[in-house]
């Protein structure tokens, strides 16, 4: 079945071309096309273009497909173009004249947006969850090992004296900047396009208010051009949204790698979260690290991917858009699944006693050496100077006992100032 049927019979090779694997994807919007319709016959039994009755009986049917749904039992087969037709057949088929009514003063244009944006909104709020999960497992890591000190690096040189709290707290508060970013993103999709048709609205009195409070959106998407514009903006908002909260746990991973080899030793962790090689026996390889590096790298490309689809497009809709569901959607079930294995893993952190008299750190504390000289009223560029001769002529001798105490530093990490800042 196909919605837009006219009585011919479309080539074979140029259907299976245009409907692509849209009925597997379709499957994960499939209930919120049931919400939608069952706000969309309310509206319509409101205006007076179904009656009451009809309405009672597509409520009822509505019902039953969104219980197949969750018991995972809804099957699009072959001969349905998507999951719109398949409901439309069902309704169809079990009332009769009722359920080829559900369409009237919709278009499947606003019909799939309305689904997506649900999608989309419910899945925003999950994936703020589960960062919020992943942030407080950063920050208490951050309280227990806020002693145990790190040598922290740049351009990959042993630089400065830093700390596991310092490090775990860091990403955490990155993290929030991540879902500042979210919310804006959920705010964009949290906007009812329904009634918008094929973008240009409809001629029937349709109550656009009504369907907005049903689904419990914030807003309307007023404007029904700006509405079927709206697809592929959003899509390009989240994937932007999604490529910052993966760059931070990209770059957590790397972290995490090279922190687990044998030339850092900083970290390990327990046998059973690691794997081996096959022919080293010695080998405990930090593979869920490298595959959500892999994967969230794979996600922050996806940006460029919805801007190349949808770039200068003219006003109204086009087939290209269909291209943005199969990997938006895939993004949201991946990083799911990033979020939660991440936080599984990383909880069970090793973090190892470095010693930091090792020949390799003796260069760690030159800048606290400088700043005590400072401190004795020493000029900065002077004491620049002697501690960095000191270096050159193998003189130099550390002090390790500097207590960095400014908001934010090794000790003083302000854990709670940052939890109080996670966005609510």
């Not at 200068?312 to 269909?322: E, F, M």
Request: with cysteine; net charge negative; charged share 25%.
């Amino acid at each position: 079945m196909k919605l837009w049927d006219k009585g011919f019979s479309i080539d074979k090779q140029i259907e299976k071309f245009t409907v692509g694997n849209d009925r597997e994807i379709d499957m994960y919007i499939a209930k919120y096309d049931i919400q939608a319709s069952i706000a969309h016959a309310k509206m319509l039994a409101s205006i007076g273009i179904i009656s009451n009755n009809e309405l009672t009986d597509l409520e009822k049917e509505l019902k039953v497909l969104a219980s197949h749904i969750e018991k995972g039992t809804f099957i699009i087969e072959d001969n349905f173009e998507d999951v719109h037709s398949k409901i439309e057949w069902e309704l169809t088929n079990k009332l009769g004249e009722i359920g080829k009514k559900i369409h009237t003063a919709r278009s499947r244009n606003d019909q799939v947006l309305v689904a997506l944006q649900l999608y989309y909104k419910e899945n925003l709020l999950e994936i703020n969850n589960k960062t919020k999960t992943l942030f407080n497992t950063l920050l208490n890591l951050a309280e227990t090992h806020k002693d145990n000190l790190l040598p922290g690096y740049t351009h990959l040189q042993v630089a400065m004296p830093s700390s596991f709290g310092l490090w775990f707290s860091a990403y955490a508060e990155l993290l929030i900047d991540d879902v500042y970013v979210l919310n804006a993103v959920t705010k964009i999709v949290d906007q009812n396009p329904l009634g918008s048709a094929a973008g240009y609205g409809s001629s029937f009195p349709i109550d656009r208010e009504l369907t907005t409070k049903e689904l419990q959106f914030s807003t309307l998407k007023y404007n029904v051009v700006a509405a079927q514009l709206s697809r592929g903006k959003s899509e390009r908002a989240i994937a932007s949204a999604f490529g910052s909260l993966c760059n931070t746990m990209a770059r957590f991973a790397m972290d995490v790698c090279l922190y687990m080899s044998q030339n850092f030793n900083f970290i390990s962790f327990p046998d059973e979260l690691t794997t081996g090689s096959s022919i080293m026996p010695h080998k405990k390889n930090p593979d869920v690290f490298e595959l959500i590096r892999g994967k969230c790298n794979k996600i922050q490309a996806l940006q460029t991917e919805m801007i190349l689809i949808t770039n200068n497009l003219p006003t109204g809709y086009h087939r290209d858009y269909q291209l943005l569901k199969e990997n938006i959607i895939n993004a949201f079930e991946d990083l799911k699944d990033i979020l939660d294995i991440f936080n599984h893993t990383i909880k069970q952190v090793i973090v190892k006693e470095i010693d930091l008299n090792d020949e390799k750190y003796q260069y760690l504390f030159t800048v606290d050496s400088i700043n005590n000289l400072v401190i004795k009223g020493m000029s900065f560029r002077e004491a620049y100077q002697q501690i960095g001769g000191q270096v050159q002529n193998g003189t130099y001798k550390p002090d390790l006992g500097k207590q960095h105490t400014h908001t934010g530093s090794i000790h003083n990490l302000s854990i709670d100032k940052i939890r109080d800042k996670y966005p609510n």
